[in-house]
């Protein structure tokens, strides 16, 4: 079977298209550092590419909520070891307040007590940015207020219990706050501490009950923040395995998806020297068939 000119031709032009497409893929492979630039360099390894960003991506937003949780505890428990604090300030106060006769001291231990409590009610109101840390789900409301003549502190009438939580993982969400009715016993904890140093205050030392009342607080404050530190070791743990997660990703996707540069450059060297030589052959068919004509 005869072989004409034009189909000659016809193979050579696309045989030269073809090594020039390939030519133009490794250039820009070399120049991008990816082998997939577009969806048709290779539609298998782009999609599996993808679905591999995407999970990054997911990751991401995992670790920014992870990031918020974290930073929201840490601002919980700093309040909370205050609190601590202050509530064995206030114990030591008192054990010295239950030694002391004189009526005069009593008052000043009163005052004393006084300012402790407000620095507690000041702890009990932190803000983490505009949200109230104490407050449960209602994070816009003050959760404790005094009344005006400083005789009793009342609790916020839409509640200041329930759970924050925040998506770390699919499917998978963490509680990252301590409540004040958890921290502060709804409030009663300031309305105790008023009656004593409202007896403080009238001259009366404190009573052994009233030092247990505030030992006993105290021992809950102290688990309140236990409680908070151990949300914030799990949220830790939970960064660091997602950190870990998309680093294995990016490797993966590096091993997937970058340029093998020094490879491409052989390849890309191989494949002009395919090109010329196909221009020669092409030429030489050419001149045959011309003299065909002749």
Do not use: C, H, W
């Not at 133009?24 to 048709?40: A, F, H, M, R, T």
């Not at 937003?61 to 604090?85: G, I, K, P, W």
């Amino acid at each position: 079977m005869r072989i004409n000119e034009q189909q000659l031709a016809s193979d050579l032009l696309y045989s030269l298209g073809q090594d020039r497409q390939s030519i133009d893929q490794l250039q820009e492979q070399i120049s991008s550092g990816k082998v997939v630039n577009s969806p048709s360099d290779d539609p298998t390894l782009n999609q599996r590419l993808m679905l591999i960003q995407n999970q990054i991506d997911q990751n991401g937003a995992y670790s920014d909520n992870a990031q918020y949780a974290q930073s929201f505890l840490s601002m919980q428990e700093s309040a909370l070891t205050s609190s601590v604090t202050t509530l064995t300030n206030i114990k030591t106060m008192m054990l010295s307040a239950a030694n002391d006769s004189n009526p005069q001291d009593q008052t000043s231990y009163g005052t004393q007590l006084g300012q402790y409590i407000n620095q507690l009610l000041d702890l009990a109101n932190t803000k983490f940015g505009n949200k109230y840390i104490f407050g449960g789900t209602q994070t816009t409301d003050q959760p404790f207020f005094m009344n005006s003549g400083g005789t009793s502190v009342s609790a916020n009438p839409n509640g200041i219990s329930g759970s924050l939580k925040v998506d770390v993982g699919f499917q998978i969400s963490e509680q990252y706050n301590v409540t004040g009715q958890e921290a502060f016993n709804g409030g009663q904890m300031f309305n105790d501490l008023i009656n004593i140093e409202n007896k403080l205050n009238s001259g009366t030392a404190p009573t052994q009950a009233d030092i247990t009342t505030v030992d006993n607080y105290l021992n809950s404050m102290i688990s309140t923040n236990a409680k908070a530190g151990a949300m914030a070791n799990r949220i830790q743990l939970i960064q660091s395995q997602l950190s870990s997660q998309t680093q294995s990703l990016q490797s993966t996707m590096s091993n997937l998806g970058d340029t093998d540069v020094a490879g491409a450059v052989i390849k890309l060297q191989q494949q002009q020297t395919t090109l010329n030589a196909a221009l020669q052959t092409g030429a030489q068919i050419i001149k045959l068939s011309l003299a065909n004509y002749l």
